[in-house]
């Protein structure tokens, strides 16, 4: 079974500066995503960035962007010029790329982001 | 349209009522996913089905009966439930086979057992 793990309960970050947030993971498959997930007090699960697994380039969605050691098996989000809207839980998530027709997500306990104006 | 809506968004219901909680998407996607979330916690995974058929039960109690009517609808049926049973229920949709990986979420229903 996978596992994904987030060390870092709570983090905060000044506006505007520069923040990362951890995941490290446990599989044996080698083809797998990788995912961050956003989830603001509105409730709803945002996707932030995705990272396929046979991919080495890092994957980059304007601010954000991910350091993707495959190897060590760690998922790092960066943050970049942080904005008060960035503030929510953070959830790292993993899902298998070979179990055709069930492609259920694998969630870390998540991190939560505070930003100070 | 990559909305996942679900209804209602708040439910409170007794111990001995029977409810339903609905969920809907117009994306084409065959894959479709009921999570339960508790306070500060991830979301638990309930159920997945997979071209209209219940592909995984999280070995979830029998006072929670999905229905998957349709490739756009997924209902869940909620009778004789528990107040522990009280948490955020998120439904969720993607694609059923390997071309496209992310899943799409609704906003959610804050059901509420009195």
């Known amino acids: 079974a996978q596992t994904v793990t987030q060390s870092q309960p709570e983090m905060s970050v000044q506006e505007a500066e520069t923040v990362t947030l951890s995941c490290t993971y446990d599989t044996s498959e080698s083809d797998y995503y990788l995912f961050w997930y956003k989830q603001p007090p509105s409730r709803q699960m945002i996707l932030v960035i995705r990272q396929e697994a046979y991919k080495q380039q890092n994957a980059t969605e304007n601010r954000f962007s991910v350091n993707f050691q495959k190897a060590a098996k760690s998922f790092s989000l960066k943050i970049s010029d942080s904005q008060l809207g960035d503030a929510a839980m953070y959830f790292c998530a993993y899902r298998s790329a070979s179990r055709a027709g069930s492609y259920q997500l694998t969630f870390g306990k998540g991190t939560k982001l505070s930003v100070i104006p | 349209d990559t909305e996942v809506t679900q209804t209602p968004k708040h439910l409170v219901m007794g111990m001995t009522n029977k409810k339903s909680l609905k969920c809907e998407q117009h994306m084409g996607h065959r894959a479709m996913y009921w999570y339960k979330q508790k306070a500060k916690k991830p979301p638990e995974l309930m159920f997945v089905y997979s071209y209209e058929k219940l592909s995984i039960n999280e070995s979830v109690p029998s006072r929670f009966s999905p229905e998957c009517p349709n490739s756009s609808l997924l209902n869940l049926h909620l009778h004789a439930l528990q107040p522990e049973d009280s948490a955020l229920y998120l439904c969720?949709?993607?694609?059923?086979?390997?071309?496209?990986?992310?899943?799409?979420f609704g906003q959610g229903t804050r059901l509420t057992v009195v």
């Open positions: 969720a949709s993607s694609h059923a086979d390997r071309g496209t990986t992310e899943a799409f």
